[in-house]
């Protein structure tokens, strides 16, 4: 009996945690995640080889905001990019209190996935 309501609290725990986070749809090279109550992103997306790491990441949140840039960081070490078949980054977002959702995703100049605006209820930034 004490292990269900265990399972039961971790279940209903998870719910409300992955609430937070918009739907995602690049789910194969994105995911939102969380460290230390500080809410990013990770991009893992497949290296094709080429000298040039053009990423490009759009977003689009409900509100209205002056300065809503993303902070991508390539946390790939430069050493080893050319021998990885896959580049990881870090997308940091612009506002602590919220988070964006994902509408595309493109890596020298292919798309890798693409989704819809936040819904819009009030003024939508994309």
Do not use: H
């Not at 809410?39 to 497949?46: A, C, L, M, Q, V």
């Not at 509100?63 to 580049?87: F, H, M, N």
Request: one cysteine or more; aromatic letters at 14%.
């Amino acid at each position: 009996m004490f292990r269900f309501g265990f399972v039961t609290i971790s279940i209903l725990a998870g719910a409300v945690w992955c609430q937070n986070f918009p739907e995602n749809p690049c789910t194969n090279v994105f995911s939102y995640r969380q460290q230390r109550g500080v809410y990013y992103g990770e991009i893992n997306i497949p290296y094709d080889g080429s000298k040039d790491l053009n990423l490009a990441v759009n977003i689009s949140m409900q509100g209205l905001y002056q300065s809503a840039k993303l902070r991508i960081d390539l946390l790939t070490p430069a050493e080893s990019i050319l021998s990885s078949p896959v580049l990881t980054y870090r997308v940091n977002f612009p506002f602590a209190n919220v988070i964006p959702r994902i509408t595309q995703i493109t890596f020298n100049g292919r798309i890798f996935c693409y989704g819809p605006s936040e819904p819009s209820k009030t003024l939508v930034v994309t």
